[in-house]
Nanobody, 113 residues
């Protein structure tokens, strides 16, 4: 059963912006800190942003000041706004419900130089 669905990836030039979204079921969303992970080619999956059920946020140093995570508890949706994108941001972005260890299928982000 598909419980998390990401969208919004694509191809963008360096310096551009993308907004990713992740929709989850209410039963999952209501109890979970939600996170966005990134996996670059040949590298480990890395947590880049997280938001708690009370909307406290945490960011990896590499994306601070450029990415913003937010959630809408009424819509059971979490977003990742990505600004000032760099080629090193290229990878597959995954949405995760951290308490229940559920993952979406991922969405590809490619940033060209």
């Amino acid at each position: 059963q598909v419980q998390l669905v990401e969208s919004g990836g694509g191809l963008v030039q360096a310096g551009g912006s993308l907004r990713l979204s992740c929709a989850a079921s209410r039963s999952i969303f209501s109890i979970n800190t939600m996170g966005w992970y990134r996996q670059a080619p040949g590298k480990q999956r890395e947590l880049i942003a997280a938001i708690t059920t009370s909307s406290r946020t945490t960011y990896a140093d590499a994306v601070k000041g450029r990415f913003t995570i937010s959630r809408d508890n009424a819509k059971n949706t979490v977003w990742l706004q990505m600004n000032s994108l760099k080629p090193e941001d290229t990878g597959v972005y995954y949405c995760s419900a951290l308490l229940t260890a559920l993952w979406g299928q991922g969405t590809q982000v490619t940033v060209s130089s």
